[in-house]
């Protein structure tokens, strides 16, 4: 079973930079999808983008292509999630998740079953 752990959120102006981690523990990680999603109050949990096991291919959320970069370190068992140009309408809060099939690239959230307590991000205008 795959634990995982957010960090580096926190509070930075439109335009700013924040780099998200997400630590996983377990002996899947390696071999396992990784997705990022956020979510603010009274939505849904929205996609943001999703790495293989390999990082040999990701994808993303339109509202976040080319502004944001996901990539992972399997030897660290660590996810990231750099994330430039950042707009107030990112201010949420943003959780990785492993999903169901660790193969699986899926983009909703009901593919995943493992997520961590989730960063917030606050980006002031």
């Known amino acids: 079973q795959v634990q995982l752990v957010e960090s580096g959120g926190g509070l930075v102006q439109a335009g700013g930079s924040l780099r998200l981690s997400c630590a996983a523990s377990?002996?899947?990680?390696?071999?396992?999808?990784m997705g990022w999603f956020r979510q603010t109050p009274g939505k849904e949990r929205e996609f943001v983008a999703a790495?293989?096991?390999?990082?040999?291919?990701?994808a993303y959320a339109d509202s976040v292509k080319g502004r944001f970069t996901i990539s992972r370190d399997n030897a660290e068992n660590t996810m990231y999630l750099q994330m430039n140009s950042l707009k107030p309408e990112d201010t949420a809060v943003y959780y990785c998740?492993?999903?169901?099939?660790?193969?699986?690239?899926?983009?909703?959230?009901?593919?995943?079953?493992?997520w961590g307590q989730g960063t917030q991000v606050t980006v002031s205008s």
């Open positions: 377990g002996r899947t990680f390696s071999m396992s999808t």
């Open positions: 790495i293989n096991w390999s990082g040999s291919n990701t």
């Open positions: 998740a492993v999903p169901k099939d660790r193969l699986s690239f899926a983009r909703y959230a009901n593919a995943y079953d493992t």
